[in-house]
């Protein structure tokens, strides 16, 4: 029988069942729906005896997975997770600061505190700015100057060479 365009694979052929089959019961599909109705049924009796069930579940806080339920171990090198809850945790309670977050916190201090004795003109580099500065301002000073002196040389030929 033709499969259509594309051939698929060995492995991964679907499978469909027929209604016949459904109603006589012999589908190769599994039938997971069974499982569930199992389960409700059996949270349906526990309900029942609702005082051992919740006796027994004050003693399991965590949930286990795969073997852990059934073997119990004592790891010392297991590490549990430290997941706290909002309402769970201590406002009051400082955490300690790693070395390399101190050290951050410890260079933006400085950093402020030298950006500050630069702005009051305090540190060895803001001086040499300073005298850097002043002296461009008296260069500039000396140059309009001159080309004030050379504008009014110039003005004085003028009115010389029309007399």
């Known amino acids: 029988m033709g499969r259509g365009k594309f051939k698929g694979k060995p492995t991964g052929r679907r499978q469909f069942s027929h209604p016949d089959e459904i109603i ?3 589908s190769s599909r599994p039938r997971t729906f069974k499982k569930v109705e199992a389960e409700h049924k059996e949270e349906e009796s526990g309900e029942e005896s609702g005082e051992e069930s919740e006796e027994q579940s004050g003693d399991e806080t965590e949930k286990q997975k795969g073997t852990q339920g059934v073997i119990q171990i004592e790891n010392p090198n297991l590490v549990k997770s430290k997941n706290l809850k909002a309402k769970d945790a201590d406002m009051g309670k400082t955490t300690e600061l790693s070395r390399r977050e101190r050290e951050e916190i410890e260079k933006q201090r400085a950093h402020e505190r030298y ?10 580099q803001a001086r040499k700015d300073l005298e850097r ?8 000073a ?3 100057k001159k080309r004030e002196e050379e504008k009014a040389a110039k003005e004085l030929k003028k009115s ?3 007399k």
């Open 115 to 124: 950006m500050r004795l630069q702005e009051q003109g305090k540190t060895e």
């Open 24 to 26: 006589a019961g012999t």
């Open 142 to 144: 000396d140059a309009a």
């Open 160 to 162: 010389v060479a029309r």
């Open 133 to 140: 500065l002043a002296l461009i301002r008296q260069q500039r």
